[in-house]
Each structure stands twice: as C-alpha cells, then as structure tokens.
C-alpha cells in the first residue's frame, strides 16, 4: 500500500513581497551622448542585470520611422518592450512627444501586474512635451495596490514648478492616503525646488535626501554634478539607495541611473 506525499507546508505558501527593488534611468531614445551610436541592446543587457523588479524609463522611443530603416540592430519592438524582454511581463507607455518620424516617453516594466494606467500630459507652452505615467501594481497578498508614477519634467524653471503642482494634484486626487506611493524620473530639477513643493503638496520624501542629506548627483553622468534624477516615496520606507557606477553606464546613458529598494 502506497501513500502520498505530505506536501510542505512552508514550500505550498507563497512568498508574499515586502520590498521593491526599483531602477530609474534615462535611455536617451537608445542613443550615446551626441547620438552618435545605437547601444540599445548593450543597455537591455546592463538593465537586466540590476535585477529590479519595477524599471522607470524617461526618452524611450515608441517608434522611428527613419532610424528604423537605417540603424543596425533596430528592434522591430518598440523599445520599452525590447528592454521588457522576458524579464517584465507588465510594462505601460506614456507617449509624450509626436513628431513626423515618430514619438517617445515615458515607461514603467514590472514584475507584477500592471491594473491599470494612465499617462498625463503636463507639457506647458512650447515645444517641450512631458507626461506623468502613473501605473497601479498589485502585489500578491497585499490588500493595497502599489502605486508608481514615472516623471519627466520641463527645463523650464516655471513649467517645473506647474507640473509640480499637476504631480501633487494628481497624487492627491488618483492615490489613497494609505497607498504606498513611488515617483521617480528625469526632474531636470537642478535647483533642487521641488522637495519641498512635493512635501507639503503629497508628503512625498526623496530616498537619497532622507538616507545621506541630498539628492544624488547624476548629470552628465560621467562626471555628475547635477542632481536631476530622483526616487520619492509615500507610505514606504527605503534602504539602499545606489547611484550606478559610471562604467558601464555613463557609455550608456547621458545621465546617471538610480537603484533603491523599497519597503512596503
């Protein structure tokens, strides 16, 4: 007489996630500095090994007529579901910028499930075009979903601080109060304004300012000076924010990427 198996009890449960590994990083519509050579799949490589389980992406292209047709190694994918890969099932795009050839933004990959989203355009006069890509992530097990919101702000002084104001508006009327809450990007916020206008108008914190007293360093990335790059956080706590060494990313993005994890 045979019998069965017990099965595990502790192998059957689930591992329920307590933290977030999360990785902003501007790929500079796949392009070097200057856009003098193609390095989008060196870049896929690079992401990839980081491991992150949420990636937030400024300037990734949709589509490009022209480079298409003359780039070597064009992916026939839009680029935020080249850099997806088999690694993020889930990703979503904002399409901020349309021109003749083409059009990029911004773009989340996630590990979980993307429920939703929903790009908002905050582009103010001119020809600069920006967006808010705000996306719902449910956890397993988790009874809040995880909110993330990827950014790309104006260079304009004035036009930050309006998007500013449409970030916390938006914060408060699409996120709830006890809804973890991660917003990361391209600031272009070289002043350093916008942590206080993100206090006191979303009670977001920065993870670089809160764990070593100021924002990262990240522009040009082979010798930051400039801290435009960010990670602000709600309802979460944070350990280990890096910025990423300049081998091999300053060959790969004009600006340098930002890795935190995340405790929900």
Known sequence: MSSSPIPDAAAATPVLPTSLKVMTVNTHKGFTALNRKFILPELRDAVRTVGADVVFLQEVLGT????????????????YEFLADTMWPQFAYGRNAVYPKGHHGNAVLSKFPIVHFRNHDVSVSGPEKRGLLHCVLRLPGRVVDVHVICAHLGLAEAHREQQLELLCHIVRDEVPSDAPLIVAGDFNDWRGRAHDILEKGAALREVFVHAHGRAARTFPARF?????????????????????????????????????????
Do not use: C, K, T
């Open 64 to 79: 490009h007529s022209r480079h298409s047709r003359r780039v070597n190694n064009w992916p026939e994918a839009p680029h």
């Open 224 to 264: 930051p000076v400039l801290q435009l790059d960010r990670i602000y956080v709600r309802n979460a706590g944070v350990h280990a924010p890096v910025v990423l060494p300049r081998r091999p990313w300053s060959h790969l993005s004009d600006h340098a990427p930002l890795v935190a994890d995340i405790d929900l």
